[in-house]
């Protein structure tokens, strides 16, 4: 069987049309977190809220980073508060800072922990 150019076009536009919307597609798929955001609310302003500033808690802490204005991944905040903040931060950076964020690890149980980040990542990567 000879193929005509309709041949071809049409092979070539079922190849685009079956493959390529998902990689052209423009939605993006929220990541799913690890804690529950719900407890870990109420954990972050408890035990966070004095030293950060999140709108999401009504804190309004100074001593810490303002986490409005940060975008971090929610292993990162799972290490920083698990970790203490110095150790996700740049050393120039974590000396801005009068005090250093104690490691909660140990002081928090891993669940506990989880749920704070998922709160704050939640709290902090709006949808587009």
């Known amino acids: 069987m000879k193929r005509g150019l309709c041949g071809w076009a049409f092979v070539a536009l079922l190849i685009v049309a079956v493959g390529v919307p998902s990689a052209l597609a423009h939605t993006r798929s929220t990541p799913k977190v690890i804690g529950n955001a719900k407890a ?14 999140l709108r999401a808690a009504s804190s309004t802490g100074t001593i810490g980073p ?6 971090l991944t929610e292993p990162v905040i799972i290490k920083a508060i698990a970790n203490g903040g110095a150790s996700v931060m740049t050393k120039a950076r974590a000396a801005k800072y009068a005090t250093e964020m104690t490691a909660y690890k140990g002081a928090l149980t891993t669940a506990q922990i989880q749920d704070i980040a998922a709160f704050v990542y939640n709290s902090t990567h709006h949808p587009l």
């Open 40 to 53: 870990g609310k109420t954990a972050f302003q408890s035990t966070c809220g004095v030293c950060h500033r």
């Open 66 to 71: 303002d986490l409005d204005k940060l975008v």
